[in-house]
């Protein structure tokens, strides 16, 4: 059965629908022809060159990222500029590139929820509601255990597979409630300091924010943006192929993207 692009952007439009995005975002088709036969995608975070690379190598027709290839209007397009020699490797080989960005985060089952799951939360809810019951900005629930925020810490950094988090907070404080939003989500700590939780947990948490959470008596967990949301990969995977399945299609393989996006060095 032949599959198009474009039915893959309907599969994934019943997953995280565009109109949940923030109106900055440019999730959707970055660049490809709706109407191309798709039968090999590589499910990645990012689309850069690397991964672009990658899919070039093994022969896919299609990437499917969490972020956007492209954030802002295109005015010009250099190969001698990454922007520009991402775009061109992408035509010449005639691999679509496709993204769901905000509207993943906000959606049932997207990255908030599944990094709530691998923390182990417990009656999680949206931290900002959205405009569907369970949908929403970040996510916030119960542990339902005697741990310690320092405890909790530890938890966090072993399930993302990370060598350290960065932390504020008292490391003895009990943890009850807790408030996240993969990504960069420094800006709802005051909405999970209204929901009086005790712990939040996300990425690029710059000194004051993270001095403002400890007055409001809040601990923070900055576990990296892209350790918050590059579990999301496996989920869509998962996701097509269950798809494809359920509609009898064996022709178009789903990988997950081998390219590891971040690497720290201890020196």
Known sequence: MSVKCRDIMWLMEDLAPTSYAEEWDNPGLNVGDPDAEIRKIIIALDATEAVIDEAIEKGADMIVTHHPLLFHAVKKINYD?????????????????????????????????????????????????????????????????????????????????????????????????????????????????????????TSDVKYPAAMEALENNISVIDATHYATENIIVPVLASYLKKKFENRGIDDVEVIESKVNGQTFVHI
Do not use: W
């Open 81 to 201: 500029k990454p922007d520009g020699r991402k775009i061109m490797k992408l035509i010449k080989n005639d691999i679509c590139q496709f993204a769901a960005h905000t509207n993943l985060d906000t959606a049932k089952g997207g990255t908030n929820d599944r990094l709530a799951d691998m923390i182990g939360l417990k009656d999680v809810k949206p931290l900002i509601p959205g405009p569907d019951e369970g949908t929403g900005m970040g996510r916030y629930g119960i542990v339902d255990e005697d741990i310690t925020f320092g405890m909790f810490a530890v938890r966090v950094k072993e399930v993302l597979g990370l060598d350290a988090v960065r932390v504020t907070g008292n490391m003895s404080k009990k943890v009850h409630k807790v408030g996240l939003c993969t990504g960069s989500g420094a800006e709802f700590i005051n909405d999970a300091v209204k929901l009086k939780c005790d712990v939040f947990v």
